[in-house]
């Protein structure tokens, strides 16, 4: 199996706004092969910003890899950039493989 997760670094005070966004977007995930469950995470809250994670678990590496080269992986991200003022820079990718 495979983990996927973005860190999200979102300015304090948009919260509600970028976890509505999620609630309320089409993700394609369940038109894609080999994709197993998804879930958005939230961490600490520091000073600027509190701390958010999408996490998503793969059968395998390939399958995030087809799934970031798909029709459903453009739709699902196609109007990412019109929410730019609620987050505090880039979003940052970590990809895990299970050992255990």
């Not at 999620?22 to 701390?51: A, M, P, Q, S």
């Not at 029709?71 to 003022?85: Q, V």
């Amino acid at each position: 199996m495979y983990i996927a997760m973005n860190r999200f670094k979102i300015k304090n005070g948009n919260e509600k706004d970028f976890e509505n966004l999620w609630r309320n977007r089409e993700t394609f995930l369940d038109k894609v092969e080999g994709f197993k469950k998804f879930n958005l995470i939230k961490g600490e809250k520091f000073e600027e910003y509190t701390l958010y994670a999408s996490h998503s678990t793969w059968s395998s590496k390939n399958s995030f890899i087809n799934w970031t080269k798909s029709e459903e992986f453009r739709n699902a991200h196609k109007n990412a950039g019109e929410n730019r003022d609620l987050y505090l820079g880039h979003p940052q990718f970590e990809g895990f493989e299970v050992i255990l």
